[in-house]
């Protein structure tokens, strides 16, 4: 089975730090994405990554960015924390669609919290 | 755009009771769909997809199947557990894109 590994389970930050979310995938998937989930919002798309060295934005990319330096690692970072970044985390991974998506495999989550 | 509505929770059931989740989707072309399911404190799990008309995805007792005359992909239980109860999400791929689209979720109670 793919493994996605989140490196904290709970985060607690203060205002204006600068917090670096990491994800890690073992099983070769070419597609990284970062989530985050909040109460009557659902899952919203953060950033993505089809590859190494890429990134797209996804619908709410404003105060963070990303990082893919090796394939198996897809790294989030918010620059200057502000307490409406206190959320949930998710980060997911799949293999290339190549015609068909057979769904994401997503780590356990980040409950991060800004104060 | 694509899009995902799933029926609002929460929706709360008795064990051994009957489970629908009405989803219904909007996609410009001919999309993959899943349901994946979200345990207390946990990340998202895939329950079951469908990759085409008529497909029916099954998984742990649960069965959702792809109708694309309704543009509908309702998830089904005929007999609901305590351990049952998570939120449970709709969601699509269009064909060759990357990207799933979530539905907000249904948080589903089941009480002893």
């Known amino acids: 089975d793919v493994k996605v590994t989140q490196s904290s389970r709970y985060l607690v930050k203060r205002t204006g730090e600068k917090v670096f979310l990491e994800c890690v995938q073992d099983?070769?998937?070419?597609?990284m994405f970062w989530y985050r989930q909040d109460p009557g919002l659902g899952l919203r798309l953060i950033y993505f990554s089809y590859d190494v060295k890429m990134k797209e934005k996804g619908d709410i990319p404003e105060g963070y960015s990303v990082s893919r330096e090796k394939k198996e690692r897809f790294s989030l970072i918010l620059e200057s924390a502000s307490t409406n970044q206190t959320s949930m985390y998710l980060c997911?991974?799949?293999?290339?669609?190549?015609?068909?998506?057979?769904?994401?495999?997503f780590g356990s989550g980040t409950r991060l919290t800004v104060v | 755009g694509d899009s995902v509505t799933q029926m609002e929770g929460p929706v709360t059931l008795s064990e051994e009771a009957f489970l629908t989740i009405n989803c219904t989707y909007t996609?410009?072309?001919?999309?993959?769909l899943f349901w994946y399911v979200q345990y207390p404190g946990e990340g998202l799990q895939l329950l079951l997809k469908?990759?085409?008309?008529?497909d029916k995805g099954s998984n742990k007792g649960f069965e959702a199947t792809y109708r694309k005359e309704t543009t509908s992909f309702h998830l089904e239980k005929g007999s609901v557990q305590v351990s049952d109860s998570a939120v449970y999400f709709c969601a699509l791929s269009d064909k060759g894109d990357d990207k799933i689209i979530f539905g907000k979720g249904t948080r589903l109670h089941i009480l002893p």
């Open positions: 099983m070769d998937h070419e597609n």
């Open positions: 996609a410009t072309g001919y999309p993959s």
């Open positions: 469908a990759t085409k008309a008529d």
């Open positions: 997911a991974s799949s293999l290339g669609a190549r015609g068909r998506n057979y769904g994401y495999t």
